[in-house]
């Protein structure tokens, strides 16, 4: 599996846990954007921000485009 690929799977694993989440509990949007640190919201919005970035970095590289 390539890194982009293992980056987008991690990704629809955490988008799973975010669901399930919000299935059970509800997330309103005050809850995902002031999430405190250590929290699961918190930690599924800095990793999924990164990898997103990371991915759309890999995607450009590889269309030869740049990313504004």
């Known amino acids: 599996m390539s890194e982009k690929q293992e980056m987008i799977q991690r ?6 846990k975010f669901i399930e ?5 509800g997330v309103s949007g005050k809850d995902f954007f002031t999430a405190e640190e250590g929290t699961f ?3 599924y919005r800095d990793e999924y921000q990164t990898l997103a970035d990371k991915v759309i970095n ?3 590289a590889e269309a030869g485009s740049i990313r504004d």
């Open 11 to 16: 990704m629809l694993e955490l988008q799973g």
């Open 21 to 25: 989440l919000e299935h059970e509990k």
């Open 41 to 43: 919201l918190r930690q």
């Open 58 to 60: 890999l995607a450009h």
